[in-house]
């Protein structure tokens, strides 16, 4: 089967060296990691593309999560690397903390050992439009950049043109699964709640295209800077 990009995936910001795929299991890194390798049909997709995945090991599901990553990439024909990670939290620091530092450790080491030019993750406009919510109240009026660069690495967002139900119908279409973290649904959550409660609520009583201006906003903010 040939994956045709359906979505507004921007190619342009994409290094031309190779490119690791941070593919957590979910319906926007899976819809990536099609969309970048047009489903395994790609020419030269494997010296170009490998999928990184780490299995934080937070949750009951996790080792299955990777199992399912690594056939993924056995699918799409491109090398995979994943680690079985062990998240201790140092002092002060949020488990959610500990564990984008574990992350962010073993990105680096993929970097240099697998001589990689950038890590492209699934961030959608979505995530630009609640990352922007959540980050008036710290007076910040900021949101996701298409590329940045933490510890010496190079992240790569090309799905920020793209709604997250645009990627879950772009997967439905070609009958692909995608795995759901359970912890997405706990409002307690300070993101899930935005995404649940506060977006959903705007939507309804103010901006029926919210996110798509909020992610406007933040890309006129971004210009100007």
Known sequence: MV????????????????????????????????LLTKGGTKKNAAK?????HVDHGLRRESAEE???VKALAKRLKIPFRGTHAKVERKKGESLEMAARRVRL????KC?????????ATGHHMDDVAETFL???????????????EVNGIKF???????????????????????????????????????RHEVIPFL???????????LATICERLAAEK
């Open 203 to 213: 939507e309804r009583t103010l901006d029926r295209n919210l996110v798509r201006h």
């Open 3 to 34: 994956y045709f990009a359906t979505v507004n995936i921007k190619r342009s910001i994409l290094p031309s060296g190779r490119i690791g795929i941070a593919v957590s299991g979910g319906a926007d890194s899976v819809a990536l990691a099609f």
């Open 105 to 108: 450790a073993f990105f680096a």
């Open 134 to 148: 959540m980050k008036i109240k710290r007076m910040s009026l900021s949101g996701i950049k298409e590329t940045s």
């Open 66 to 68: 990777y199992t399912f």
């Open 156 to 194: 790569v967002r090309p799905l920020l043109g793209c709604r997250d139900s645009e990627l879950k119908e772009y997967l439905l279409k070609y009958n692909e699964e995608w795995r759901e973290d359970a912890s997405n649904a706990d409002v307690s959550i300070e993101r899930n709640k935005v």
């Open 111 to 119: 970097m240099k050992t697998l001589k990689l030019d950038a890590v």
């Open 48 to 52: 170009r593309f490998v999928i990184l």
